[in-house]
């Protein structure tokens, strides 16, 4: 049986140029990089190397960039040491943020630390900033922290970060957004771009889990979570993990040789599955914001509510194709999605993300209608 990986929203394969850059790391290239003899100096001498890296491609200084072990540690890093450190005591953020980002405001809220403020969204998701400019008001010489995620990871639907950005600087606010989700799939120039922190997760643009950055605006004066060593220039303790760092920086660096490109490719893609599902499936819509200016990536799917639609994720799993419900960081729970919840929550049927890659081909995504086709009973089994 063939199988057909389409959840490449919660982790992409790992590009075979990025296993090379990480391989001489794991062997010969052992040293600690807080080391000052010569096995230590070639590992530090990688590191900053890499930092150099993401920072050119970023536009920004390394010094603004700390690795971390992916996006949750990174975002809890800003939420937590914003109010802890900074004088904040507002959160501003959206019932659809990542539980990175939700679960770390709603500890610091019951704490009382700080309180959030929940913003309101439009039906696609998408912020409402006639609102979001009324909390800035309210809360403007407080102390304000705005948290909103560049693109959902469960419906794809994606924030103006310019525009929203503008309105936390003419506010006084500062300005997080988690860009796991965008973070090597579109260009950033963090030298324009009016934000303060930003998050990144390399296994999500086909580099190695458990290795990211956070870009922390220079002078904007966070404090380590993680206490220890001196490492990350005294931001984050912990002997580096070098092979994924390399693995990260190789990552930016393909990903960056062509992003339009590979835009072109994925966006075609996932039009084709859209179509197909109009055309194939009677009653199938979708989730969220399906327009060109989503996330090219994601394709929240909803199926009719006829009896089949209980069992699809392992029907689907079943004939060899892999996708998700909703959030992988969430599987295991029975809970249902946040993000569906907070915009439908009167909505029947099963919703569906089909999420795809550079990777992923034409022949792939026709063969998942085809099995859908089956499930739905449109088409004769095969024997």
């Not at 220039?233 to 990903?255: D, P, Q, W, Y």
Request: aromatic share 6%; with cysteine.
């Amino acid at each position: 049986m063939t199988r057909i990986y389409l959840d490449n929203a919660a982790t992409t394969p790992l590009a075979p140029e990025v296993l090379e850059a990480m391989l001489p790391y794991f062997s010969e290239h052992y040293g600690n990089p807080s080391a000052i003899h010569s096995y230590g100096r070639r590992t530090r001498a990688a590191v900053e190397q890499a930092r150099r890296t993401i920072a050119k491609l970023l536009n920004c200084a390394p010094g603004e960039i700390i690795f971390t072990s992916g996006g949750t540690e990174a975002d809890n890093m800003v939420l937590t040491s914003a109010v802890r450190d900074l004088g904040v005591r507002h959160i501003i953020t959206s019932p659809i943020e990542h539980h990175a980002v939700e679960l770390t405001a709603e500890a610091l809220s019951k704490s009382g630390e700080a309180q959030v403020h929940w913003l309101r969204l439009q039906a696609d998701g998408k912020p409402d900033l006639a609102h979001l400019e009324e909390l800035l008001k309210a809360t403007k010489g407080q102390g304000a922290l705005v948290s909103l995620m560049h693109a959902n990871n469960e419906i794809g639907t994606r924030i103006d970060l310019h525009a929203i950005g503008v309105l936390c600087r003419a506010h006084g606010a500062l300005f997080h957004s988690d860009t796991v989700q965008t973070m090597g799939h579109y260009r950033f120039d963090l030298g324009s771009t009016p934000v303060d922190f930003i998050t990144c997760a390399a296994h999500k643009f086909h580099g190695p889990k458990g290795t990211g950055f956070l870009y922390m605006r220079s002078g904007a004066g966070l404090k380590p979570m993680i206490l220890g060593g001196s490492q990350e220039r005294n931001m984050r303790a912990g002997t580096e993990n070098i092979a994924g760092i390399a693995g990260l920086a190789k990552a930016m660096e393909l990903a960056y040789e062509d992003v339009e490109g590979h835009q072109r490719h994925v966006q075609r893609l996932k039009d084709r599955m859209k179509k197909r599902l109009l055309e194939e499936i009677p009653g199938v819509g979708f989730n969220g914001d399906v327009s060109d200016d989503s996330l090219y990536t994601v394709l929240s799917v909803r199926f009719p509510d006829d009896g089949r639609s209980e069992m699809l994720l392992y029907n689907l799993d079943i004939e060899g194709v892999a996708c998700s419900g909703g959030s992988a960081c969430s599987s295991g729970s029975n809970t249902g999605s946040h993000v569906l919840k907070a915009l439908y929550p009167e909505r029947p049927g099963a919703n569906i993300r089909f999420s795809f890659s550079r990777y992923t081909t034409e022949a792939e995504v026709d063969q998942a209608v085809a099995v859908l086709k089956r499930i739905f009973q449109l088409e004769p089994v095969r024997g």
